[in-house]
């Protein structure tokens, strides 16, 4: 029994091997080296990113207002009783963790995704806990966000459970290196994380297309809740998508970092978030390590004058997918 258990996983070497890289190599040759740490509240409060991004004219999420105190929550229903659907969201959240979706209401419920209804007295509740810190990194007090909602593109129909899916890219130095789209299920409670069951799809950094796509570690072909085929998904407005994610670079100050965007289909492609710390998750959705691809990136040298087009056109070429 424990060898056929042990079958099931490669070895550290192994994985070496393959450039797959864990989480200390992350942390002690990327992270620590090209994230200062000075920077990290930048990525690390989702008000302070919208705001970097709208001064880079980088397309956000339109935010609907901003609770910061507790006598504040009782406003909560001014601000939002002439928007139709809305996002509350933590800014200091991470993995999705505090963010309440509504997509309608009528005055007096608030219909989330799944269609649980909650009324404003709920959503007053819950915005106390986001400003006591509840979802917060390290429990601190925070302060809760409230968002338009992003409007759905048509092209995505099917491939997403209840949510919003989003695209993750890792950009190192500012060349994008390796991406993947995340599709929220009914197992991830309509939320894009893979860690709670959502379906991690990965893109080919060339044009966009499904290379693979993996639920729990396992790959899949059909999505779990609508039987959609996977590997017709294709992001559309892809160069778009990948010059942004490239000038997150500039706009951070960050060398290695994760950029969340979405695709709206009045808009276009938005950013929703940027991630200091990205998880390694997105090389089992790829079925590559990132190794190869970091150290190709190292060895043109300390100095890179490339503009972002220049860096995405070189990514392109470099990092396509031969499968």
Known sequence: MIKNLLAKYASPFELGRH?????????????SRYNPRRLYPLVDNKLKTKQIAL????????LVGVIEYQHQVSRLWDMVKDWP????????GSGGKGITVIVDHDRQRFTKPSGKAETI???????????????????????????????FDDVFDGFSYEGVPDTRVIVFRGFPIMAMMRLSTQASDGKANL????????LDINTGRAIRAVQFNAPVRYHPDTGRD???LKVPYWEQLLNLSS???????????GTDMVLDKHKGPMLLELNA??????????????????????????????????????????????L
Request: aromatic share 6%; with cysteine.
């Open 19 to 31: 450039g797959i890289m864990g989480m200390n190599r992350r942390n002690i040759s990327y992270i």
């Open 55 to 62: 001064d880079a004219g980088v397309t956000v999420p339109d």
């Open 85 to 92: 659907g809305f996002c509350i969201k933590p800014a200091k």
């Open 121 to 151: 007295e709920d959503l007053e509740r819950h915005v106390s806990n986001i400003l006591a810190g509840l979802y917060s990194l390290g429990g601190k007090p925070d302060v809760a966000l409230i968002e338009a909602l992003i409007n």
């Open 195 to 202: 860690h709670q069951g959502a379906v991690g799809v990965g």
């Open 230 to 232: 996977l590997f017709e």
């Open 247 to 257: 000038s997150c670079y500039e706009m951070s100050g960050l060398g290695y970092i």
């Open 277 to 322: 710390r990205p998880g390694l998750a997105i090389q089992t959705a790829n079925a590559a390590g990132l190794v190869p691809r970091l150290r190709k990136i190292e060895k043109l040298g300390r100095k890179i004058t490339m503009t972002p087009d220049e860096r995405v056109a070189f990514s392109r070429k470099e990092f396509a997918s031969e």
